[in-house]
């Protein structure tokens, strides 16, 4: 999509509503969040993380319910819609979203170097393919010595029957949802393709070791999305 930011601007204002509508939606965002607080700190400590591609602070609530007391979140988004709608939302101090593009981010002034751990929720497929290890290698400098990152992806390449299910929800449910209530067809249209267009989940494990990161992991998620959503786990090396 030639403008991906402005598509998400318009749809930020039901984005929160269509994607409650996914079963296990929440509570993906919930597993994925407790497997990087789990791994990033002592569970009475809090945290300094970042939240990346945070979008309207569905990614970000979850951080910070599976998060310590005291943890430390900057949300970043490309969009500018999206992140209204997270701002107007209640946080606890500690919690800043600001605008910015991943592959782009201005590392001195987030800090190299200085976060025990990044979440990234939907994200990497929405960087062009060229660029994607490049972002990688961003995401690896800003984490401090031993810190995680966490990012949960769809991926259905080279898997027939999962490319088949995501085709058929795609088509039979979202595209006619984002239609009928957001009235963003295109938006839901290019999240169908960008999906069917990913890494496979070998591929993507490369993409991190080339960037850097050790200790990498992968798994599914239970329910109708097995095999197409899975939460990655890579680990920049101990000093």
């Known amino acids: 999509m030639r403008d991906l930011a402005s598509a998400f601007d318009r749809g930020a204002d039901r984005y929160d509503l269509l994607v409650s509508l996914n079963p296990g939606y929440h ?18 400590a809090g945290l ?14 979850a951080l910070l319910d ?4 005291g943890t430390t979140i900057t949300g970043i988004d490309l969009s500018e819609g999206m ?11 500690g919690t800043t979203f600001r605008q910015g593009r991943v592959g782009g981010l201005d590392l001195a002034a987030l800090g190299r170097g200085s976060w ?12 062009p393919a060229d660029e994607r290890t490049t972002a990688l290698v961003e995401v690896h400098d800003l984490l401090a ?3 995680w990152l966490v990012t949960q992806e769809y991926s259905v390449a080279g898997n027939r ?23 963003n067809p295109g938006l839901y249209r290019y999240l169908w393709r960008s999906v069917r ?37 890579a680990r920049k090396a101990p000093a």
């Open 27 to 44: 509570a993906h965002l919930h597993s994925a969040a407790d497997e990087l607080a789990r791994r990033s700190g002592p569970a009475d």
């Open 48 to 61: 300094r993380l970042l939240d990346l591609a945070c979008g309207s602070g569905a990614s970000t609530r």
């Open 66 to 69: 599976q998060s310590p007391a």
């Open 83 to 93: 992140l209204a709608r997270a701002r107007a939302k209640t946080w606890p101090p």
């Open 116 to 127: 025990q751990g990044v979440f990234a929720s939907y994200l990497f497929r929405n960087v």
């Open 145 to 147: 010595p031993g810190g």
């Open 161 to 183: 029957r999962a490319r088949a299910v995501w085709d058929a929800v795609s088509l039979g449910v979202i595209l006619p949802l984002g239609t009928v209530v957001d009235r």
């Open 197 to 233: 267009d990913f890494d496979t989940t070998p591929a993507f494990m490369g993409r991190l070791a080339e960037a850097g990161f050790t200790e990498i992991a992968c798994r599914t998620v239970p329910g109708w999305q097995r095999g197409i959503l899975h939460t990655f786990v």
